[in-house]
């Protein structure tokens, strides 16, 4: 009996430190609960969906509009958030209720839940530096009903000026200036 528990304990020292690499460095999988991103993520709202989240994907803060990511809150440290890329750095979007404009700085992205009204995200926040974008959510493991791919969502075109049409030239009223 001692020489199995013995093999056991080898077993979870080697076991152990190997899982929190593989899980650090290439692939975890987090629960969400919340509306925040209903109805792609936890659309009943009553479960919770379980995702994978592609660490690996983002270890090179190359982000595109529309992707679903994991990232550090930047109001509490933490706790960790799941949210939409909106926009990204040079970037010029309009936000709120009285659409005001924010250009989107170097080193940084904007997120927002797909449930707006029910979303803590870059709405109250702002930008969010990509140092804190932890992971790429890649599908949804659970439940099984709802088992696939997180696909990309082109954010709202009426909302964003992309930073290629912003460098182009200066946005005056609306208008461009050559």
């Not at 936890?42 to 919770?48: L, P």
């Not at 994978?52 to 992707?67: D, K, T, V």
């Not at 700085?105 to 707006?116: F, I, S, T, Y």
Request: hydrophobic content about 40%.
């Amino acid at each position: 009996m001692a020489r199995w528990i013995k093999h056991m304990i080898k077993g979870a020292i080697m076991f152990v430190p190997s899982y929190v690499a593989f899980t650090d460095i290439f692939y975890a999988v987090r629960t969400v609960d919340g509306v925040s991103m209903q109805p792609t993520l936890n659309a009943e709202g009553n479960n919770t969906d379980f995702v994978l989240l592609n660490r690996w994907a983002a270890s090179s803060m190359q982000f595109e509009r529309g992707e679903v990511v994991s990232l550090v809150s930047p109001k509490d440290p933490s706790q960790w958030l799941i949210k939409r890329v909106v926009a990204l750095e040079g970037d010029r979007l309009k936000f709120g209720y009285f659409n005001e404009s924010v250009d989107i700085p170097k080193g940084h992205c904007w997120v927002e839940g797909d449930n707006r009204q029910c979303s803590m995200d870059s709405n109250n926040f702002g930008p969010v530096s990509l140092g804190l974008i932890t992971a790429k959510a890649s599908r949804v493991l659970w439940p099984p009903r709802r088992w696939g791919r997180l696909e990309k969502q082109e954010p709202d075109h009426d909302r964003l000026t992309p930073c290629e049409q912003v460098e182009r030239g200066k946005m005056f009223f609306g208008w461009e200036l050559e």
